[in-house]
C-alpha cells in the first residue's frame, strides 16, 4: 500500500506532546493510519514493531478506539478498522471532491473528456468527484463507485511509486479479477505497467475497464492523501496523438491541485 506521512515517521522521532492526552492523540491517529497502510487489519505485535511503541500502550490505545467503534477486535485477536471510521471518511472524502471540482472542470474545457478525482481507500479505488464531458457518451466511473486498481489508470498512477512487495500483497488480497480481454491479470504484467507510468510520467487504461474506453491518469503530488486525477473518453478520440496534448495539461491541473490541497491541510 501507498505509504502515508505517519508510516514513514517514526514515533520516537516526534516532537514531545505537550500533554500525555495530546500524545495520545497523536499516537492513537498514527496507529490508525498504520493499519489503514496493513490493509485494514493488524496484530499489537505488527504494531509495536512498525511504530516502535511498548506493547501495554499499544493495548491500551487500542482498547479505546476499541470502545469508540473506530477499531473492531476481531475473532482470531487481530484488529481492524471499525465502521466508526466510514462516516467520517465518506465526508472527507466528499469535502476533498468539492475542492477538487473547479480543476476537473478547467481539465474538461481544454480536454472536452471527462474529468475524475480518485483515492486509495484501503485496498479500492473509490471516485469522489467527476465533472462529465459534453458529449452524450456514458463514462462506467461515477462518483463513489469502487473498484480494484489493477484495471484502473488512477490506480496505476496511485500504485506506480509504491514498492513492488507491496504491490504483490495488495494484488494477493484482492485478487486480479478481469473486467474486460484487456484488463491486466497477473501481478508480474502489473508491476510491469507500473515501470511504464514511472518512464512516461502518467497511466493509461487502455479499454481495461470498459471496452471502448481509454482513460489518462496522474497522481496529484503530495498530496494529503493518495489521489489521482484522470480523463477519459472513448478510445478513438483518446488517442496516442491526443495524450501527448493531454498529458501536460492533467500533469499542470494536478500541481495545482496539490498546491490548493494542502492549503487546506494543517502545517
Known amino acids: 500500500m501507498p505509504t502515508s506521512s505517519a508510516s514513514t515517521t517514526d514515533a520516537s522521532a516526534k516532537p514531545t506532546a505537550a500533554s500525555g492526552g495530546v500524545q495520545s492523540l ?64 465518506e465526508s472527507a472524502s466528499r469535502l476533498l471532491g468539492t475542492w477538487a471540482r473547479p480543476y476537473l472542470a478547467r481539465l474538461v474545457e481544454e480536454t472536452g473528456e471527462t474529468a475524475n478525482m480518485a483515492l486509495l481507500d484501503g485496498d479500492e479505488i ?24 489493477h484495471s484502473t489508470g488512477v490506480g496505476k498512477a496511485l500504485l506506480a511509486h509504491t514498492p513492488a512487495e507491496e504491490v504483490r500483497a495488495l494484488l494477493a488480497r484482492t485478487g486480479m479479477p478481469a473486467a474486460t480481454e484487456k484488463t491486466i491479470t497477473t501481478p508480474e504484467g502489473f508491476l510491469e505497467a507500473l515501470e511504464q507510468v514511472r518512464r512516461a510520467g502518467y497511466a493509461v487504461d ?28 472513448p478510445a478513438g478520440r483518446v488517442t496516442q496523438e491526443v495524450a501527448e496534448s493531454f498529458v501536460p495539461i492533467l500533469q499542470g491541473v494536478a500541481a495545482e491541485l496539490s498546491v490548493a490541497l494542502q492549503s487546506q491541510s494543517p502545517a
Request: glycine share 8%.
Open 206 to 233: 487502455d479499454n481495461e475497464q470498459e471496452i471502448g474506453v481509454r482513460c489518462l491518469a496522474v497522481s496529484v503530488p503530495n498530496s494529503p492523501t493518495a489521489a489521482a486525477i484522470s480523463i477519459s473518453g
Open 126 to 149: 473509490v471516485y469522489v468527484a467527476q465533472v462529465p464531458s459534453k458529449h452524450s457518451m456514458r463514462m462506467f466511473t461515477e462518483v463513489g463507485r469502487r473498484v480494484l486498481p
Open 26 to 89: 497523536e499516537r492513537a491517529f498514527d496507529l490508525l493510519e498504520r493499519m489503514a497502510d496493513a490493509g485494514g487489519e493488524v496484530g499489537l505485535s505488527e504494531l509495536s514493531a512498525a511504530s516502535g511503541l511498548p506493547l501495554p500502550t499499544i493495548h491500551r490505545l487500542m482498547r479505546t478506539l476499541v470502545a469508540c467503534g473506530y477499531v473492531r477486535q476481531q475473532p482470531n485477536r487481530r484488529y481492524s478498522l471499525g465502521p466508526r471510521l466510514i462516516r467520517l471518511g
